[in-house]
């Protein structure tokens, strides 16, 4: 085995669209059929409230960043 030191080469924009990459690519691509069998035309709906639902996440979540210190905040 080599003597091969590891880097950080993922930024703080590249996290975030992984993150936003992975919730958004769940819930659209795995169950619009479903939603939209269920809601019939509310589908449009249904999802700007799971929206919404999201943004708020998305705060709580800054939040709880930016009450560790700038070490901490790379283990959330």
Do not use: K
Not at 15 to 43: D, K, N, Q
Not at 45 to 67: K, T
């Amino acid at each position: 085995m080599g003597n091969e030191d590891l880097f950080r080469s993922l930024g703080a924009l590249d996290l975030v669209l992984m993150g936003v990459g992975g919730s958004i690519g769940a819930g659209i691509f795995v169950l619009t059929g479903i939603a939209a069998r269920t809601a019939g035309p509310g589908v449009v709906i249904s999802f700007a409230i799971a929206a919404v639902a999201c943004i708020f996440n998305a705060l709580c979540y800054a939040e709880l960043a930016s009450r560790f210190a700038v070490s901490g905040s790379a283990y959330l």
